[in-house]
């Protein structure tokens, strides 16, 4: 008989810690570059991001991996991207499968982009689309609900379907499930809006919001922002602006015509921001009704910086008109990564710098609106997550053999602390590749010679210091190397030495006389 009171501690004690673990918000955001939100400097109305992190904690060196399918591959994983087997995940487990099976009610809506579906793994719960862009109006055959096919209809819960908007929904159902038939469960919720992601689609109604905003152009904003940045705190003075890229014409040399189109443009992409601030709004308002924001910790991220790929077709049709296909291009992509260099794909700053806003109000210790300068990187949620959960990190997933973790904990920097540093930390796409090494970053852009930085001196990578430091470039170029082969088995060109030259960059196209692509 003395078991039965030991049993009954041990269902206590399992019932107080359940209790206990936080329910986790994990959202990302799409194409959003380093400054696109208020408290990271930027003019679009961004209030609910921005009270989260008044009340909150902000990161100055937050990583991704400069694209869309492998910083959603690290995000779930915690490890490089071609490590977790790229988007077949054949090397990796998620964080929903590492979470489910420590107990919580796991659920995701929005973009997928990887092989298979969310449910085949871990997800309990999934609304969304698989493909890595989608029309935000009539959306496209990729739409599932927890596996099955889904038809986009023409409206939703009584408005016009807006993919934002419906990306919320559902989040919102689950939640539901969450709070009433999984209430003796933590929750996993993963939104993953593809916003402000081309193409530039939002209702007539939010993009007259910003109408005039944008008539001075990407010169005057990068360098507004830029004030803003400083001024709050979020970036020391000593960072200084980077310049105008070559490929980018001043905005005073545009023909009057052609301002008012990139004014245009830009207008529908802060729309698209200040919809997603709009819907994570209702979902701290949810959680707040159900008096569950305390212990929830949100988590606000982006997978790439502004993309700089100009692929517009049909610019004489309106951002509101479903047949529209507008997308902005480097010009206004330097202005969305204020204050770095380079864009969505290269591993420069302006590429892998995420904002990275975290609320918690039961568990963080950090002054409120704090700032950190710990760096971070994505592959750190898996980490986080299982300290939080009590969750073991498997070695295996059904026939899959799960490689080691590469992530680490960033609940030290959450209660306050400062954490041991990933020494190094590796980023690579395509052939774009770089090293951080405490303060040092080794990078290439498309086989370009290695430049070394020193990001302590000079966060916006403008002194180039390969030339006097040849030794540090050979031992970190070695180890990135090593890193390519042993952990990311990376081959072919991934791997090719680099030039002895930079390798020239052009990204701008003019389409002033297309009508269509």
Not at 282 to 306: I, M, P, Q, S, W
Not at 353 to 378: M, N, Y
Not at 408 to 434: C, E, N
Request: hydrophobic share 35%; with cysteine; net charge positive.
């Amino acid at each position: 008989m003395k078991s039965i009171p030991i049993l009954l501690a041990l269902l206590v004690s399992f019932s107080l810690h359940a209790a206990s673990r936080p329910n986790i918000v994990l959202i990302m955001a799409d194409d959003l570059g380093f400054s696109d939100i208020g408290c990271y400097g930027s003019e679009i109305k961004t209030p609910v991001l921005d009270g989260l992190a008044a009340n909150g904690l902000r990161f100055s060196q937050f990583y991704n991996t400069s694209k869309c399918h492998s910083s959603r591959v690290s995000l779930l994983t915690g490890l490089y991207c071609d490590q977790a087997g790229s988007t077949s995940l054949s090397r990796g487990t998620t964080i929903a499968e590492v979470l489910g099976g420590a107990g919580y009610f796991t659920a995701m809506s929005g973009k997928w982009h990887l092989s298979k579906q969310p449910t085949d793994f871990g997800f309990q719960r999934y609304w969304g689309h698989l493909s890595g862009a989608t029309n935000f109006f009539t959306g496209d055959n990729s739409f599932r609900l927890n596996g099955e096919e889904w038809k986009v209809p023409k409206t939703l819960n009584g408005r016009p379907f807006y993919t934002t908007h419906a990306i919320t929904d559902f989040a919102l159902d689950f939640l539901d499930e969450a709070t009433t038939r999984e209430k003796d469960k933590p929750f996993l919720l993963y939104l993953a809006y593809n916003a402000p992601h081309y193409p530039l689609h939002a209702p007539e109604a939010d993009v007259k919001r910003y109408d005039g905003i944008y008539d001075e152009g990407w010169d005057k904003l990068r360098r507004t922002r830029h004030s803003r940045q400083l001024k709050s705190g979020l970036l020391p003075a000593r960072f200084k602006l980077s310049p105008r890229a070559p490929h980018v014409p001043s905005w005073k040399s545009l023909p009057e015509s052609e301002k008012q189109w990139e004014a245009d443009r830009m207008e529908v992409f802060a729309a698209m921001v200040d919809l997603v601030d709009r819907n994570i709004g209702r979902v701290v308002n949810y959680l707040k009704e159900k008096d569950l924001f305390d212990n929830t910790l949100f988590l606000f991220c982006a997978d790439n910086g502004g993309c700089p790929f100009e692929r517009t077709r049909g610019r004489y049709l309106k951002p509101w008109d479903p047949k529209s296909y507008w997308t902005y291009d480097a010009s206004w992509a330097q202005a969305s990564n204020t204050p770095f260099r380079l864009y969505k794909q290269n591993q420069h700053e302006g590429g892998i710098s995420s904002p990275l806003v975290v609320s918690w109000p039961a568990g963080l210790k950090t002054e409120k609106g704090s700032i950190t300068r710990d760096p971070g990187h994505l592959i750190d949620f898996m980490a986080t997550f299982l300290e939080l959960s009590g969750a073991k990190y498997p070695a295996t997933v059904g026939e899959r053999k799960v490689d080691p973790l590469q992530g680490k904990s960033l609940l030290p920097i959450l209660q306050g602390k400062t954490r041991d540093p990933h020494d190094p930390l590796y980023f690579h796409f395509g052939t774009d590749r770089a090293l951080r090494s405490g303060p040092w970053k080794l990078v290439s852009s498309k086989l370009g010679r290695w430049e070394l930085y020193n990001l302590d001196e000079d966060r916006t990578e403008l002194n180039d210091l390969a030339t006097r430091h040849p030794e540090r470039v050979k031992d970190m170029a070695g180890e990135w190397f090593r890193i390519a082969s042993d952990v990311e088995r990376l081959k072919g060109k991934n791997v090719k030495p680099v030039k002895t030259t930079l390798s020239k960059l052009n990204f701008r196209k003019d389409t002033s006389n297309r009508k269509s692509r």
